[in-house]
């Protein structure tokens, strides 16, 4: 059972780089979403998905872009990195829309900024 | 406002000791509320949840009772093994789709 794959585990970019993040998930979920992990603050949402061709914003948006051009799929795009961006980030997903329930995560891809 | 408060850590307790990480909420309603538990190197996975006033979510042991008098949600274990050390969190539903989190407790089980 793959459950949500993310790619890569690892990275180190220098500023202004960009970079994708890959997630993918086979449990047909229709509700996917990106987080970020920082020491002492919890998880943060940055974009979340409700189907194919949606997305919407969370709560720590700016700098980062995504699209869901299938259900499968939640790519995170960093456009200009910055050393902001260093963190643990992590890919979720969930049977259906609404008040959400159960979250099924990725193993997280640490992401350094340098 | 929305928000989870959950105890700080790092809490250290010798192995078959009685746990409790205390949490409580603020919203509008009555929302779903759950635990999620990131062990080292790993991404969370939910422990146990309550959809509903007074529902008592329990897996591994584990057990949460949903108060709504006091908009809480405390995590209790009666003998903790090393095993169950890691990061719990706290968290509630939202109507945006979304999960409002605590910042995580670490959980330091010594033998």
């Known amino acids: 059972n793959a459950g949500v794959t993310q790619t890569p585990k690892f990275q180190v970019l220098k500023t202004g780089q960009s970079m994708t993040l890959q997630c993918a998930q086979d449990m047909n979920h229709e509700y996917m979403s990106w987080y970020r992990q920082d020491p002492g603050m919890g998880l943060r949402l940055i974009h979340y998905s409700v189907g194919a061709g949606i997305t919407d914003q969370g709560e720590v948006p700016n700098g980062y872009n995504v699209s869901r051009s299938t259900t499968e799929d939640f790519p995170l795009r960093l456009l200009s990195a910055a050393p902001s961006q260093t963190s643990v980030y992590f890919c979720a997903s969930s049977y259906g829309t609404g008040v959400p329930g159960e979250l099924f995560f990725g193993e997280g891809s640490r992401l350094t900024v340098l | 406002g929305n928000s989870v408060t959950q105890m700080e850590g790092p809490v250290t307790l010798s192995e078959e000791a009685f746990l409790t990480i205390n949490c409580t909420y603020t919203?509008?309603?009555?929302?779903?509320l759950f635990w999620y538990v990131q062990y080292p190197g790993e991404g969370l996975q939910l422990l146990l949840k309550a959809t509903k006033a007074d529902d008592k979510g329990s897996n591994k042991g584990f057990e949460a009772t949903y108060r709504k008098e006091t908009t809480s949600f405390h995590l209790e274990k009666g003998s903790v093994q090393v095993s169950d050390s890691a990061v719990y969190f706290c968290a509630r539903g939202d109507s945006n789709y979304q999960l409002i989190w605590g910042a995580g407790t670490k959980l330091i089980i010594k033998p």
């Open positions: 919203a509008t309603g009555y929302p779903s």
